[in-house]
């Protein structure tokens, strides 16, 4: 595996665990509703608590994941290259895991919210420029690339960093 293709996997099973939360998100939606209709807490407050709550097992998850798979593919072991990707990765995950939160305080249902993340879950990472490249895109699809966050943090930046893991 070349180090950009590793950067591209482990990208996408961070975005896979990430989409997994969004049913126990969806658990309590009832009692938010009930919350924000009493006045209690703004949607907003919980979803900041929910993230600044999960940062810290988010980060050892990552954490823990990430080591396994940068000393298992032999990419460039340094401290500064091992951070850089850690970086890259952690970003990238807690930027999925906005994306699929905020679908879930935004639809009205579950249904709703696990239909659209679906789409997102399978239609981004084709579109995020390493599978397809951008310049084979159909042009009706092109504006994903530019949308999806997914693609400043993993694609676009990954020349630098495969320059800094692999290469130095």
């Not at 482990?10 to 896979?16: G, R, S, W």
């Not at 989409?19 to 998100?25: G, W």
């Not at 935004?106 to 990472?125: E, H, K, M, Y």
Request: glycine content about 6%.
């Amino acid at each position: 595996m070349t180090g950009l293709s590793v950067i591209f996997i482990v990208v996408l099973i961070a975005c896979l665990e990430a989409y997994a939360e969004l049913p126990a998100m969806m658990i309590g939606r009832g009692i938010l509703h009930k919350q924000t209709r009493y006045r209690f807490y703004r949607p907003g407050a919980i979803a900041l608590a929910n993230t600044i709550a999960d940062l810290p097992f988010s980060a050892a998850r990552v954490l823990l994941f990430n080591i396994v798979v940068y000393f298992m593919t032999g990419l460039h072991r340094s401290a500064g290259a091992f951070f850089t990707f850690h970086l890259l990765i952690y970003m990238a995950y807690l930027t999925i895991q906005g994306i699929f939160r905020t679908l879930g305080l935004i639809c009205l249902n579950g249904d709703s919210a696990l239909r659209l993340a679906t789409f997102i879950a399978q239609v981004c990472p084709l579109y995020m420029g390493y599978m397809i490249p951008v310049f084979d895109m159909k042009r009706w699809l092109f504006w994903i690339v530019s949308v999806y966050l997914m693609s400043c943090w993993s694609c676009n930046n990954a020349n630098l960093v495969l320059f800094l893991i692999v290469l130095h």
